[in-house]
T-cell receptor
């Protein structure tokens, strides 16, 4: 079946604008993860959900970042009042098991965010 | 907390030559270990994982890795690479109890030339 999809694939915005990044996980997957990957670095954990419940948001850098998954499927990562340092690849992953039990995450292609 | 070190940022190799991509980790508790591959404009794909049991793990595309607890290493190997193996490879670790975040290394770019 279809893999994890993310939209938009590329987003260019001006400093101070809000952006919303969307993740559509594999159908039926119960856990969903957000990562941020700066150039030349590996992905860094931001937050994750089991179904619609946000279980861990310890990786969100500050209160301008938020995420939701209201119906336990599609998730949105929102960045308010964007800053140039927010420029990065934002990756989403999903898994068929809850976060406490899964050992394989399936990644989407990512959204490349550029803040001018 | 866990951490991962991939000392080689780039590894150039000729086609059909063997390759080893190095990964060392740090953790005060037992861990699971993973290698992911990232092709251009694609998402990360799991190559292989070590959860328990045999320390030699075989993955997709002819790759294998060996878990060495005493040296805290999980090096990735392939006896003969192809041009199509050109990609970025990430080693990752997570503690093996409850929910623990996946911690990635900085990646190694494998460049295979004819």
């Amino acid at each position: 079946g279809a893999g994890v999809s993310q939209s938009p694939r590329y987003k260019v915005t001006k400093r101070g604008q809000d952006v919303a990044l969307r993740c559509d996980p594999i159908s039926g997957h119960v856990s969903l993860y957000w990562y941020r990957q700066a150039l030349g670095q590996g992905p860094e954990f931001l937050t994750y959900f089991n179904y619609e419940a946000q279980q861990d948001k310890s990786g969100l850098p500050n209160d301008r970042f938020s995420a939701e998954r209201p119906e336990g499927s599609i998730s949105t990562l929102t960045i308010q009042r964007t800053e140039q340092r927010d420029s990065a690849m934002y990756r989403c992953a999903s898994s068929s098991l809850e976060g406490e039990r899964n050992n394989e995450q399936f990644f989407g292609p990512g959204t490349r965010l550029t803040v001018l | 907390a866990q951490s991962v070190t991939q000392l080689d940022s780039q590894v150039p190799v000729f086609e059909e030559a063997p390759v080893e991509l190095r990964c060392n980790y740090s953790s005060s508790v037992s861990v699971y270990l993973f290698w992911y591959v990232q092709y251009p404009n694609q998402g990360l794909q799991l190559l292989l994982k070590y959860l328990s049991g045999s320390t030699l793990v075989k993955g997709i595309n002819g790759f294998e890795a060996e878990f060495n607890k005493s040296q805290t290493s999980f090096h990735l190997r392939k006896p003969s690479v192809h041009i199509s193996d050109t990609a970025e490879y990430f080693c990752a670790v997570k503690a093996n109890t409850g929910f623990q975040k996946l911690v990635f290394g900085t990646g190694t770019r494998l460049l295979v030339s004819p």
